[in-house]
Structure formats: C-alpha cells, structure tokens
C-alpha cells in the first residue's frame, strides 16, 4: 500500500516541502504550548483544575 502512494507522490513537482512544513507546525505548536504552561499563572491553573468540581455553575446535559 505505501508503494502504491510512493509512487503516485513522487510524480508531483514540490512534494518534499510538506512534510517539512508539517514537522514546523508540529514543532511551533509543542513550543508554543510548553511556554504558555510555563508561565501560566498558578491562581488560573488552580481555577481551572477545580472547575468540574465547582458546583456553583450551571451545567444543562447533566443526567442525575
């Protein structure tokens, strides 16, 4: 099955770039995402981690 792809990708003019392109946009995103969880505020991760606790919101798909 990969033959079968290979073969039909290597007939087209420029292909070698995407895989390049994937593997920055890969890269970009994990880093991007490391900084932001670095330098997350610890009163906001607190917050957010204690959401599906907090009783005081209003969640209209619960089936008690």
Partial sequence: MLKFIKHHMTGIDGIEIYPII???????????????????????????SNLPFDSSTKNDNQTL
Avoid at 22 to 48: E, N, P
């Fill in 22 to 48: 994937s593997l920055l946009i890969f890269i970009v995103f994990f880093v991007v995402l490391f900084f932001w969880v670095i330098t997350a505020k610890k009163q906001h991760i607190d917050h957010v």
